[in-house]
């Protein structure tokens, strides 16, 4: 069981830039493949980042490659998304997942049984 808590979130222009947190308890963190997925309103769920938990291969979505950049501190047991460059596009609630199956794809969100609250980023354009 892993508990996740994202922070970081909030208003920013277009062209801004914020960080994500997300800290997770247990002591097992760096077994963990962990993702970064978001939810506009009215929208599915997407993926966004994802980092294994091994060798640390990052995986983004064709739409934040360049802009974004995903890592995890597995001494503090936390996994940050880098934001630069953002878009209005970009405003969504975004939501940390972790898993333990190494097997299961990184991209869908029904692969991770463990979610954080999620945190809002808004872009103002």
């Known amino acids: 069981q892993v508990q996740l808590v994202e922070s970081g979130g909030g208003l920013v222009q277009a062209g801004g830039s914020l960080r994500l947190s997300c800290a997770a308890s247990g002591r097992t963190f760096s077994r963990y493949d962990m993702g970064w997925f978001r939810q506009a309103p009215g929208k599915e769920r997407e993926f966004v980042a994802s980092?294994?938990?091994?060798?640390?291969?990052?995986y983004y979505t064709d739409s934040v490659k360049g802009r974004f950049t995903i890592s995890r501190d597995n001494a503090k047991n936390t996994v940050y998304l880098q934001m630069n460059s953002l878009h209005a596009e970009d405003t969504a609630v975004y939501y940390c997942?972790?898993?333990?199956?190494?097997?299961?794809?990184?991209?869908?969100?029904?692969?991770?049984?463990?979610w954080g609250q999620g945190t809002q980023v808004t872009v103002s354009s």
């Open positions: 997942a972790a898993k333990a199956d190494t097997r299961a794809t990184m991209l869908y969100p029904r692969s991770y049984p463990y």
């Open positions: 980092i294994r938990s091994s060798v640390g291969s990052t």
